[in-house]
Each structure stands twice: as structure tokens, then as C-alpha cells.
């Protein structure tokens, strides 16, 4: 088993400082790059919806993840509700933009965490933590206390805080955003944020300071490093040229990218004419051509058939088939 990065953190007794350093940021609400200006501690709701609590809409090991994150025993997923975007095509709408899910407190959160790694799961991977971080982390200064070893994912969809990810230092080991989009304009239209690609960008920037490139165990389970996932949308609209070309020029050019073709038309997608309908074997083709082009070597590929596979029910226990 992998040493997690935040157990040196923790036999220093900056962990739990540290969170409570991170907890102070919820008033006014400055957690992720929009800056609402909210006071959290009094509930009240910015953008995202998220109060002073954070709320989980499932918790579950996960075996669909990329390989190198669910191994063989799973990924420990915490499927965190609402988000900081408004992707108009989100398969998780139930929970990022319609609230599915349950307030928890930091106690609660934390025996979560230890429940997960009682079932044996790989790691604790946080999906959608960028409006929690706070809260998170006073969790995981709690279940370290407890005894956790686990190593942890940093699953968002990009668009983070770099002064959030530099309290992150030391505590992720994993880091796996999304590069959604090469053009704010594309951002703007579908995601509700004009400045997605600078903010996305010196963010992942910040994780492969912290973390490097991707390491993989003598079984292939990633321990360490920077994952970045691109989902190809129809029409051209996530820009993967840009998108890849920044990845492998500014980032490094041994990136390990998980190059996804599971999209489909969810949530609000069927009343937009670009986006009603799934990538073709063309547009995959190309944004493969154009990964190997751009000197891409290491990552994942899906198949097309993947659109229907990774839809998920998140009103059942296990919410993915």
C-alpha cells in the first residue's frame, strides 16, 4: 500500500491547522474561482448552492473509473452534490445541478471515508470537491486521526481555486480534472463560465507542480500524479486541439490523458440542435489523430459503445451499472 501524502502532514500536526485554515474560507466564500462572497457559515447560497455543510449524493466503490483508479477492488467514490458549472449536457444532473443528495458534517463525512476503505477499495476519490474543499479537509484530518491510509483523488471538473489547490499541497495524491473546453466562448454557452480556460489552466498547472506526472504500482494502480480527462463533445465544441496542445507544450509531455467518448445528450442537451446527439466514429477518429499528433503516448482511449455504459442512477445504492 502506498504512503498517502497527507500522512506526513499529519505525524507534523499541520493537518488538522490546516484545515481549519481552509475552513475560514467558506465567509466570505472565496473556495472556488467565482468568488461569491457568500457567508456559508450562515447557509447562505452562492452559485453552486452549497451551504456550510457539505452534501453527498452517493458513496460507493466504483469500478468504472479509469483502470488506474479502480484496479481490480474499486475506487472509493464520494460523489459530492452541486457544482461550481452548469454543464447544459451533465450526465450527473441529478446531483450537481438538482440537488440529489444529503447534508453530512465533518464527522459523518469522515466515517464515510473510513466505511470505503473497510471494503477495500484502492483509494478515496473525491468527485466534484472544488465547492467542499473546506469541509473535505477537516473530514480527512478526522478519519486520519482514525486511522485512514488511503491514498486520494482529486476528481473535479476543472475549474479550481489555485489558492485552494496550494492548501492542497501535500494532501493530494492524485489529481484527476477535466480540460473541458479550448475557448471561453464554448465555456460560456455550455458550462455558464466565461473564464473557464485561463482558471482551468493555471490550475492544472498548480496540480502537476504538486503531484508530477502519473506513477502506476508494479499492478498498474495509479499512486501518484496528474490524470487529466477531456471529454470529446459533438460539433467540435470542446476544442481539443487547444485543449491537447496546452496539455502536452505547457503542462508536460508525458501527460496521461483519458481521451473520453462517453458523451450523451443529458439534462438540457436535447433543446440545444449542437448538442442533441452523440459523437460520431469520425469526431472520435479525429480527436485521436489529433491527441497522437499533438505527441500524446500515455492515457486511455474509449470505445464509442461507452455513451450508454457510464450513465448513472444515483437514486440506487450502486448509482453505475
Not at 469526431?283 to 503516448?297: F, N, Q, T
Amino acid at each position: 500500500m502506498p504512503r498517502p501524502a497527507y500522512l506526513t502532514l499529519f505525524e507534523r500536526g499541520e493537518l488538522e491547522p490546516r484545515a481549519e485554515e481552509t475552513i475560514k474560507l467558506l465567509s466570505p466564500c472565496r473556495v472556488c474561482p467565482r468568488n461569491c462572497g457568500v457567508d456559508r457559515f450562515r447557509d447562505e447560497k452562492g452559485f453552486c448552492r452549497a451551504g456550510r455543510y457539505a452534501e453527498v449524493s452517493s458513496v460507493t466503490p466504483h469500478l468504472g473509473e479509469e483502470p488506474s483508479i479502480s484496479g481490480v477492488r474499486g475506487s472509493g467514490t464520494i460523489f459530492f452534490t452541486h457544482c461550481n458549472l452548469r454543464c447544459l449536457y451533465c450526465q450527473n444532473h441529478d446531483i450537481s445541478q438538482e440537488g440529489f443528495g444529503e447534508k453530512m458534517d465533518e464527522e459523518t463525512l469522515a466515517g464515510k471515508m473510513l466505511q470505503l476503505e473497510s471494503e477495500g477499495v484502492h483509494n478515496i476519490n473525491w468527485v466534484s470537491p472544488s465547492h467542499y474543499v473546506p469541509q473535505i479537509l477537516k473530514a480527512l484530518a478526522i478519519a486520519c486521526e482514525r486511522g485512514l491510509r488511503l491514498p486520494i483523488v482529486y476528481n473535479s471538473g476543472g475549474y479550481d481555486s489555485v489558492e485552494m489547490l496550494r492548501l492542497l499541497d501535500g494532501v493530494v495524491d492524485i489529481y484527476m480534472p477535466d480540460i473541458k473546453y479550448g475557448s471561453d466562448n464554448s465555456a460560456a454557452r455550455l458550462s455558464g463560465v466565461g473564464d473557464y480556460v485561463e482558471r482551468n489552466r493555471e490550475a492544472l498547472k498548480e496540480m502537476h507542480r504538486q503531484v508530477g506526472d502519473l506513477e502506476l504500482d508494479n499492478k498498474g494502480v495509479a499512486v501518484r500524479g496528474l490524470l487529466v480527462r477531456h471529454l470529446v463533445l459533438p460539433n467540435g465544441l470542446s476544442g481539443t486541439e487547444s485543449c491537447l496542445r496546452f496539455l502536452t507544450e505547457e503542462v508536460s509531455k508525458g501527460i496521461y490523458l483519458s481521451l473520453m467518448a462517453q458523451y450523451h445528450p443529458c439534462y438540457k442537451a436535447p433543446e440545444h440542435p449542437e448538442l442533441d446527439r452523440g459523437l460520431t466514429r469520425k469526431e472520435y477518429d479525429e480527436a485521436v489523430r489529433i491527441a497522437e499528433k499533438c505527441g500524446v503516448h500515455r492515457g486511455y482511449f474509449q470505445e464509442l459503445s461507452s455513451s450508454s455504459v457510464f450513465l448513472p442512477d444515483f437514486k440506487k445504492r450502486r448509482p453505475f451499472k
